[in-house]
């Protein structure tokens, strides 16, 4: 007898492949077999007329302040969400100096359109650094399992402080700055540093217009010296926007040239 047996509903499985009517046995919280006539279950769920599919990963949200205090991420969770990725568009709340707090919260509600009255309230900030942020997030149970980028925004914020928020050069100091402020994520292959910015040549150019801010130029000399390696631990991805003059279909085929690039 299985622990739990979906029953009878059209599976889609993510793979390509048509839809089927079928049963979901799961044992021990695994899907151990997907078939007609599957055994009985110790709980079963009719599952009839409705669509069974894995959850989806829903790799752009903005749940940075949400998932500090809400552990069903609604209204995601209510439409097969099973993951959500965080810290897009440079923007969130790590690292965190206690005097950014409110300047964060203010660029999270200017950028994205996220109340801020609810993100002041909610927020317990007993958080400074990457890792603490981490631990936090840990401490809650999930319905919705959550994943972060480091927030572009905030490290410069926390490493250059107003001199960041207004878009101002770094100086020598400010890559080794950078690079200390992400704690342990620096050497964590599967987390990135998302900003913007047009042009990509070579490394020290990306790493360069990551420190010069959101209207930083271009600087083909690299004279930033050590490029993201140093920042990210070696993998970096890059993800390009284009405009395609209001074609779609332009837009996506640009898209499709555009890879991810992982630097060594």
Known sequence: MYDLVI???TVVDGTGASAIEADVA?????IVAVGPGRGRG????????AIVTPGFVDIHTHYDGQATWDPELAPSSWHGVTTGIMGNCGVGFTPAAPDRHEWLIG??????DIPGTALAEGMTWDWESFPQYLAALAKLPRTVDVATHVPHGAVRAYVMGERGARNEPPT???????????????????LSLPTRFERLTAAGDLFYRA????HGTHDPSGRSGKGPIRLLG??????????GG??????????RRCVSHLLA
């Open 172 to 190: 020598a100091a400010t890559p080794s700055r950078l690079h200390g402020s992400t704690g342990h994520a620096a050497s964590r292959p599967d």
């Open 7 to 9: 029953r009878g509903g």
């Open 26 to 30: 799961i044992e021990s919280s695994r």
């Open 42 to 49: 110790r709980e079963e769920i009719d599952a009839k007329g």
């Open 107 to 112: 660029l999270m509600a200017g950028v994205e």
């Open 234 to 243: 070696g993998c970096v991805p890059i993800v390009c926007r284009f405009g």
């Open 211 to 214: 420190c010069r801010g959101a």
């Open 246 to 255: 209001g074609d779609p279909r332009r837009s996506q085929g640009r898209f």
